[in-house]
């Protein structure tokens, strides 16, 4: 049965967004029966408009990859060997809570990988893990990823879900640091098709300035490109906020702080030039922002993984706030979403309520950095974790010392692992719960959802009937019972328990202050449009949220309306909205609090490195370690090379194509030498996601080093703790 109670239609054509990265274009799905043929872009999508690269068009293979997971595995005699779900479960039960029973619930952990946040169903039955598990220690991607975002809004604007996008519709400026959305189309910016976009950008007598060490594929159409030194964003983003301060540039919106912003800028005014560019050079490019009629400045992990990844993120929206872009038309807007989750009380969020046990890492937004997972696994006494839950990630590939976290997850006593291959991460699992094809799943974006270039509602029932197994979000909840209970849930139990869940909810949006206040919950019960499944949680927030039709009480739409416009209801041009996503008491937005303040000193008392700096890249045919295994995305030239200047490479004696050895203070790994003349000279440049220890049956195209393993653990945000994987000193040396 469909997610909605209805039998997926076998006609030859359906449509599903595709889940494997930010862009979330919609792809029309042609069928023989329950054959999946092809996927290409709808070019009829209200959003992203036929837009599609190639890992949608692989997404086929993914299906039919013969090497994913199709059934529960237990670890026999250091083998995996396919047992029954109620089997997996008892052995689930066992073993977390024999780790418990031995070492209580401070010895538990979980890691949440990326895919999660790209699956509604993975998501929300985390959740439910999570609350059975009672974990000392969480962590997710996000500290490998984009948390100095969310911590650097928390700071301004008491919220770490606000992140402002640009409003590439209508901006005449757009300042890109430290990202590459020509191959990405979008990171905490979901814009696909970016590229038609630009071209209208220009065409309108609109300009894009690129800052990035690399000559990337966006630096390469820019209309300038500025080439930083590795890791120093945040100076030049400190000169740009001092000299629209020094010009009389000054917070149009209700801010506070601004003063203690000023004079801390003062003290690192004088050496902005450490980015790497001239001063001449920054007075022209805030000379161009304030020219602009609607700037917009937009960063990513170039900016967010690095040692000032929260101040740098921090500077950028108050470039925005002085330039008086942020909040406005053309500048940096605030998305919405058809969804809302159940209200909470409406506070200003905290981090650092408790650290790490061994590093004294600060939490943030409840989870702690993941560079101090390994440690807090090897590290004896009263904490030291033994069982580990990941779900959907491949920390033994993806974390600083790659190395020493894959030594951490061979000594835990226990291991669960919910994911679609056997991988890095996954071979040490004592349980592995098989993922789902994306063509048997539903598909909302609730975590990207408030981060489109437009507003817009979509959603997409599976494509295939899901046959002989549950679906993410019911074996996320059979997880959660048998950790809870110490046994297998039966059938009515889950039901019972999923029916706790969506209860639970309701109360949650009757007792808040949106649309559904005071309403009688078992009228709302009722009248949710499908019989079960996540879709329930689902309905629920759409018909409370901002364009729902509130269960009767107003005009607007319904999971079911969603359902049924394959192609998307578009919701019109992004709006302002500050004072809504504004969560400070005061309702201002804060441009001095303490720890921004603390860090410019910091900021001011570090010297940038010389020699290599080591950053990644992104390649439109990969995604971090997940896709390796299709065919299609394997084809062609090796892509885990490491790109060189011909300058430095000239220093060392190294000519094009050789081999090479790169030395970190963590490891060194070999690869092969790209040379280049653009860009920084002294930025070398590897791809992140790779892996040597991938199965040997791969091309040896899709094989490479892994440029984690160069990453040192203590290589860290000094605020959020979010890992450095960019601007890492390395040496390059020829083989022999």
């Not at 679906?471 to 046994?487: C, T």
């Amino acid at each position: 049965m469909g997610s909605l109670g209805i039998v997926p239609d076998m006609s030859e054509r359906r449509f599903r967004i595709c889940p494997i990265c930010e862009a979330a274009c919609n792809l029309e799905v042609k069928l023989e029966g329950e054959h999946i043929i092809a996927t290409t872009g709808d070019a009829a999508d209200t959003f992203s408009g036929g837009h599609v690269c190639p890992k949608g068009l692989a997404l086929p293979e993914l299906h039919d990859d013969p090497a994913r997971i199709r059934a529960p595995l237990v670890k026999r005699g250091g083998a995996h060997v396919a047992v029954s779900w109620d089997e997996a479960y008892a052995a689930i039960a066992a073993g977390l809570g024999g780790v418990r029973e031995r070492h209580g619930n401070a010895a538990l952990a979980v890691y949440m990988g990326n895919p999660t946040v790209h699956n509604f169903g993975l998501t929300l039955g985390f959740s439910e893990v999570v609350k059975a598990l009672s974990p000392g220690q969480f962590y997710s991607a996000g500290s490998i990823d984009q948390l100095p975002k969310n911590l650097a809004s928390m700071l301004m604007f008491g919220n770490g879900n606000a992140v402002p996008v640009p409003d590439i519709e209508r901006t005449d400026c757009l300042v890109v640091i430290g990202a590459n959305p020509i191959v990405s189309n979008g990171s905490l910016w979901v814009v696909p098709g970016f590229r038609r976009k630009l071209a209208a950008l220009k065409a309108r007598g609109g300009q894009m300035v690129v800052v990035d060490p690399r000559r990337s594929e966006t630096a390469g159409v820019a209309d300038l490109h500025l080439a930083v030194r590795p890791g120093t964003d945040a100076w030049l983003l400190a000169g740009l906020c001092a000299r629209l301060i020094e010009r009389g540039r000054r917070p149009e919106l209700p801010a506070r702080g601004i003063e203690l912003l000023t004079d801390a800028l003062a003290t690192v005014r004088s050496a902005e030039t450490r980015c790497g560019l001239s001063a001449g050079t920054i007075d022209a490019l805030a000379d161009r922002l304030m020219a602009a009629r609607r700037p917009a400045v937009y960063g990513r992990v170039g900016t967010t993984l690095t040692r000032f990844g929260t101040l740098t993120s921090f500077l950028i929206e108050c470039v925005n706030v002085l330039t008086g872009s942020l909040d406005r038309a053309g500048g940096a807007l605030f998305p919405e979403q058809a969804y809302v989750a159940p209200p909470r009380r409406r506070v200003a969020q905290t981090f650092g309520r408790f650290t790490s046990r061994v590093r004294g890492y600060p939490e943030v937004m409840g989870e702690l950095p993941v560079a101090g997972l390994a440690e807090e696994i090897e590290t004896e006494g009263t904490g030291q974790i033994r069982g580990l839950v990941t779900i959907a990630g491949n920390p033994a590939v993806s974390t600083p010392d790659s190395d020493g976290m894959a030594r951490a997850l061979g000594q835990l006593e226990f291991m669960v692992s919910a994911d679609i291959y056997l991988n890095e991460t996954t071979r040490h699992a004592d349980v592995i719960l098989p993922g789902t094809s994306p063509f048997n799943d539903s598909h909302y974006d609730q975590f990207l959802g408030s981060m489109g270039y437009r507003n817009n509602a979509r959603y997409s029932p599976p494509v295939l009937p899901l046959r002989d197994r549950p679906d993410e979000w019911r074996m996320m909840l059979g997880m959660a019972v048998a950790i809870r209970e110490g046994r297998p849930g039966a059938p009515e139990e889950l039901d019972a328990f999923e029916d706790e869940v969506v209860v639970a909810a309701i109360a949650r949006h009757v007792g808040g202050d949106g649309v559904l206040r005071g309403r009688d919950p078992h009228e709302i019960f009722q009248a949710i449009g499908p019989a079960c499944g996540m879709e329930r949680l689902l309905d629920l927030g759409v018909r409370a949220g901002p364009w729902g039709d509130g269960f009767g009480s107003r005009e607007g739409i319904t999971l079911e309306d969603m359902a049924t416009s394959p192609h998307g209801i578009d919701q019109g041009p992004l709006r302002p909205r500050l004072a809504e996503v504004v969560f400070n008491e005061d309702g201002e937005i804060n441009l001095g609090p303490d720890a921004i303040i603390q860090d410019i000193e910091r900021l001011r008392q570090e010297g940038t490195s010389d020699g290599l700096l080591l950053i990644g890249r992104r390649n439109i045919q990969t995604n971090n370690s997940w896709l390796h295994n299709l065919p299609a995305l394997g084809a062609g030239p090796r892509r885990a090379i490491l790109e060189m200047h011909v300058a430095a490479a000239n220093a060392r004696g190294i000519a094009d194509g050789e081999e090479v050895c790169v030395a970190s203070g963590a490891a060194e790994v070999r690869a092969t030498v790209r040379l280049h003349a653009e860009g920084d000279p002294d930025t070398v440049v590897l791809p992140h996601g790779f892996s040597e220890l991938s199965d040997a049956s791969q091309p040896e195209q899709r094989r490479g080093p892994n440029s984690n393993r160069l990453a040192p653990a203590d290589h860290i945000d000094g605020l959020s703790g979010t890992a450095a994987l960019n601007a890492i000193p390395v040496e390059v040396t020829r083989l022999g």
